[in-house]
């Protein structure tokens, strides 16, 4: 095998393991995530006296601005009404849903976001491409990330198990700049979005990217057999 070879096909597992990754996301941003998350039993109720169906109400929002084409400026026109601030002497033109570190961090993840989905897309027209143009090659790269898919989400898997507090502080750290993205808990962001739903998160990112992966083995799979048939 040519050494090019060699490269495009990782070039196409990686573009298959961003796809996946990247679908996942997608998914997890969303509003029936929020809506089975917040009505599930065992979830954590909010302390500061956000009700389920408040949290749906509110956390909607956050998901609309990361897909809009709007500035900052949408979340920080957001009340919260007299009852559900905490801030016992605001009143509702000064009770804010999110204070201003929250909103910088907000920005930081719409940027994420909108980078992080354009990778997607180019990934996506990569493998059409590449597919295209030399089949074999095409599926042989797609059956390479799957393995990749494979061997990283198990790896994540383990040290998430291990230590769960740890790797997410480094994610952050990772794409976040330091002291950027930590919040008192009474903090809207914490209320609505507090550390269980991001475990849960991480559960369905592996679970879809590992059937994912199953799933572009076997078809890979029946269809090299199939070509080779013909």
């Not at 016992?88 to 033109?93: F, I, L, N, V």
């Not at 808990?185 to 369905?204: E, G, H, K, M, T």
């Not at 879809?208 to 070509?227: I, K, P």
Request: glycine letters at 6%; proline letters at 3%.
């Amino acid at each position: 095998m040519s050494s090019s070879r060699l490269v495009v096909k990782l070039l196409l597992g990686l573009a298959l393991l961003c796809l996946l990754l990247m679908t996942a996301a997608r998914l997890l941003l969303s509003y029936e995530f929020l809506r089975i998350e917040y009505q599930r039993p065992g979830f954590p109720p909010d302390s500061y006296g956000f009700s389920a169906s408040d949290r749906l109400t509110y956390g909607r929002y956050a998901i609309d601005y990361l897909f809009n084409a709007e500035s900052v400026a949408f979340l920080a026109e957001l009340r919260l009404p007299r009852g559900l601030c905490f801030l016992p002497t605001a009143d509702a033109d000064d009770c804010a849903l999110f204070n201003a570190a929250e909103l910088r961090h907000m920005q930081d993840v719409k940027q994420l976001t909108q980078v992080a989905f354009a990778l997607a897309a180019a990934c996506a027209l990569c493998i059409g491409l590449a597919l295209w143009r030399d089949w074999r090659a095409g599926l042989e790269g797609l059956q390479l990330g799957a393995w990749l898919t494979v061997a990283l989400i198990g790896g994540l898997g383990v040290v998430a198990l291990a230590a769960w507090d740890s790797a997410f502080d480094r994610f952050h750290e990772l794409f976040f700049a330091a002291g950027s993205w930590r919040f008192p808990y009474s903090d809207s962001l914490i209320r609505l979005y507090p550390q269980q739903l991001f475990v849960d998160a991480a559960l369905f990112i592996a679970a879809f990217c590992a059937v994912g992966a199953g799933l572009t083995l076997l078809l890979c799979h029946w269809a090299l057999s199939a070509r080779a048939g013909i």
